[in-house]
Nanobody
Framework: QVQLVESGGGLVQPGGSLRLSCAAS????????MGWYRQAPGKQRELVAT???????NYADPVKGRATISRDTATNTVSLQMTRLKPEDTAVYYC???????????????WGQGTQVTVSS
């Protein structure tokens, strides 16, 4: 099994910054990609940023220039640093990991429980 533990969510003022972290643990053979998605009230879940095992990053247009995704392979942790936060960034942020368990030959999507990010004065 693969477990994801998210941290770093909370209340932030507009223009502020925030860092989200997600640590993957369990019987992991390989992690192919890690990333963050978010879902605002009344909207569908959308991509925020992803990073592959090779270090390739991808950012959604609304956060380009304001977000940086990184990973720590030693701890299987992915982090999302966001700056100049806007009220529109308010959403539940979900960690996503594409990983292959040690006992299986295929990779699967794993999701965190979500962490609330609220950008408000």
């Amino acid at each position: 099994q693969v477990q994801l533990v998210e941290s770093g969510g909370g209340l932030v003022q507009p223009g502020g910054s925030l860092r989200l972290s997600c640590a993957a643990s369990g019987s992991i053979f390989r992690i192919n990609a890690m990333g963050w998605y978010r879902q605002a009230p009344g909207k569908q879940r959308e991509l925020v940023a992803t990073i592959t095992s090779g270090g390739t990053t991808n950012y959604a247009d609304p956060v380009k220039g304001r977000a940086t995704i990184s990973r720590d392979t030693a701890t299987n942790t992915v982090s999302l640093q966001m700056t100049r936060l806007k009220p529109e960034d308010t959403a539940v942020y979900y960690c996503n990991v594409v990983a292959r368990p040690k006992s299986w030959s295929s990779s699967y999507n794993y999701w965190g429980q979500g962490t609330q990010v609220t950008v408000s004065s």
